[in-house]
């Protein structure tokens, strides 16, 4: 075991070691991190739903009804009729003929790309992609090729020279997790026609966030019927736990048969479905919520912009605030912890060298005078750093 000590070291010497936070309290825009109560400006809570008192009374009456776990994987005995009404009401979400819910976007992703593509297939994936489409390209086996961020040109390329292959699927992020920038949705979709390939879109950051109804990226494109596969999760601003795929009956019978990830673990207790399925009754009924959301995004970014940082991408409540040097970032991240805002420093090999951020990310919930505290120890923590 000697090999361990020595990878644990050698992360500490690199700088690169990680460890966890501790939160004590909900997932709030006030709320203590490692004993300190800080404005959070990282949670991916965005519609603050997690506190949705009609969310919690509908998790705590699902417990009431059918107890705490469901006992069983899917295909067995722990398919209960509300996993059943959770798909249907994400199939109608998303303007799909159907749905089907993984217990996490992870096993989402993984069990959905190794269920379409195989050795004798090719991937196409964006550079940016998350980490959970990179472990199922691989784990699928597949010619996985790896394209520049959202350059639909070097892609098409790629789809030309690829020949040969039983099946083709282009796989993108909808709203890229580091940067909070769009995939660009309609070329992709022209793309994949021409080319005769599968698309599937990851929206994770964009369920419940873009698009009028906040159905997601396709619907923010006016795509909706273009993509075949449009994947998601119910953890970020939907505020319970689980993934999803939405799209034609065949594809989501042919995931339920297929997708290990699927078959091959528990279902999600039906208080954690019961959550979820609530959640999309909030974003119907008080479309406020989003409204908020979508304000308090423009607000912080116009202060950090006349402040003078820059920001990398406008387009969601992700906001990466450009600082370059690796160091820098984390000195930013903890001279705004000490100032009470708690916002975390990304940097290499996460991200590009010389293109570390502090990534904040907001939520519908915050107050004004929240946003304004933020602002101002971005201001002084900025000088203090010679950022701006
Ligand atoms: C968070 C995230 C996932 C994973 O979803 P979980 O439900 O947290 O497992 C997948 N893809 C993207 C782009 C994500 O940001």
Redesign the pocket.
């Known amino acids: 075991m000697e090999f361990i000590k020595e990878e644990l070291t050698s992360l500490k010497q690199y700088g690169i070691y990680r460890d966890l936070k501790t939160m004590v309290e909900s997932q709030a825009p006030r709320t203590m991190v490692n004993g300190k109560k800080c404005i959070l400006l990282s949670s991916n809570n965005y519609l603050g739903l997690t506190e949705h008192p009609d969310l919690i009374t509908a998790a705590r009456n699902a417990i009431s009804i059918w107890g705490t776990g469901a006992g069983g994987s899917r295909l067995i005995s722990g398919n209960f009729r509300i996993h059943e009404e959770l798909e249907e009401t994400i199939a109608h979400f998303k303007n799909t003929e159907s749905a089907i819910v993984f217990n996490?976007?992870?096993m989402a992703?993984m069990g959905t790309i190794t269920a379409l593509a195989g050795k004798e297939d090719i991937i196409f994936s964006d550079e940016l992609n998350?980490a959970?489409i990179i472990d199922g390209c691989r784990l699928s086996r597949a010619k996985t090729r790896i394209y520049p961020h959202k350059n639909t040109g070097v892609l098409e390329k790629l789809l030309q020279k690829s020949t040969g292959y039983r099946r083709r699927l282009i796989v993108t992020?909808g709203v890229f997790?580091m940067d909070g920038d769009l995939a660009p949705l309609p070329r992709l979709v022209d793309l994949a026609e021409k080319y005769n390939a599968v698309l599937m879109v990851?929206d994770?950051?964009a369920t419940g966030v873009l698009g009028r109804r906040g159905a997601g990226s396709a619907e923010h494109f006016g795509l909706e019927g273009k993509i075949t596969i449009q994947m998601g999760?119910l953890?970020?601003a939907i505020g319970s736990t689980g993934?999803y795929v939405a799209g034609s009956h065949d594809l989501i019978n042919y995931l339920r048969n297929k997708a290990r990830s699927f078959i091959f673990s528990t279902a999600l207790p039906p208080s954690v479905i019961a959550t979820g399925l609530e959640a999309f009754r909030v974003l119907q009924k008080y479309p406020r919520i989003r409204e908020n959301l979508h304000n308090n995004a423009f607000y912080l970014r116009t202060g950090l912009t006349q402040m003078g940082f820059t920001i990398l991408s406008e387009e969601s409540p992700i906001i990466p605030v450009l600082i370059g040097d690796a160091n820098k970032t984390i000195q930013m991240a903890q001279l705004l912890f000490s100032l009470g805002v708690f916002t975390p420093g990304i940097r290499p090999p996460t991200v590009p060298p010389g293109t570390s951020r502090v990534r904040v990310t907001v939520m519908a919930t915050h107050t004004r005078e929240e946003l304004d505290t933020a602002l101002h120890a971005f201001a002084q923590a900025g000088q203090t750093l010679g950022v701006i």
Do not use: Q
């Open positions: 996490s976007g992870y992703n998350h959970s992020d997790s990851d994770a950051h999760t953890s970020k993934g």
